[in-house]
């Protein structure tokens, strides 16, 4: 799955964000990426889920959770036993690297560039929910969300590439983070029955 965009004002609008974003030079971490990795998924969409940046392997393919991690987020998906529409982006769209080519989190800076991207993203998804995967997420993402002024619920959650060293799918921590994640989806999504039905 890549995108899969909705109605023609929102496929006019991710045209305009990938010609917008896929040449950004906006900070240095441009010239360490093959391509910008944008988004995943369906626009607009009941649930937004922000990671924190792309890896080595998604910039080569150029889409979002395509890794194990993102292997565990779809198994956590699955596992809801929901139905519901999602999509997947990152706080910055491309790899952030140490010197010796180590993962590390972004800088102030490289999340501040990347931010209007970020917005843009949460505006063609229109969701009901947003989850923040990680510390990164939830720090950085705070600046675009405080621009958003459509009514939505948040969750945190830990980054798959932690539920994957603490055992994947298999351990604890993976049944403690997916009960979260059912809890907030029947919050947003039968509150939205409820409103259909009063309707």
Known sequence: MTVEVNGRMYREAWEHHKNQWRG??????HSGTSKKVLVKGMLPCDVLFIGESPDILE???GIPFS???GKVMDSLI???KRRFTYAFTNVIACPSTGDEGESRPPTNFEAE????RLYEVLMMARPKGVVL??????SFAISSLEKYKYPYKHLNLSH?????????????????????LI?????ILDEEENKDLEN
Do not use: W
């Not at 995967?133 to 939830?138: E, I, V, Y």
């Not at 798959?160 to 979260?180: A, N, W």
């Open 113 to 116: 560039k990347c931010s209007p």
């Open 78 to 80: 699955e596992d809801t």
């Open 133 to 138: 995967l990680g510390r990164s997420a939830q």
């Open 67 to 69: 890794n194990p991690a």
């Open 183 to 187: 809890t907030f989806l029947k919050r």
């Open 160 to 180: 798959p590439s932690h539920i994957m060293g603490l055992g994947g799918r298999t351990s604890p921590f993976y049944e403690k983070e997916l009960k979260l």
């Open 24 to 29: 950004c030079t906006k900070c240095p971490l």
């Open 59 to 61: 910039s080569v393919i």
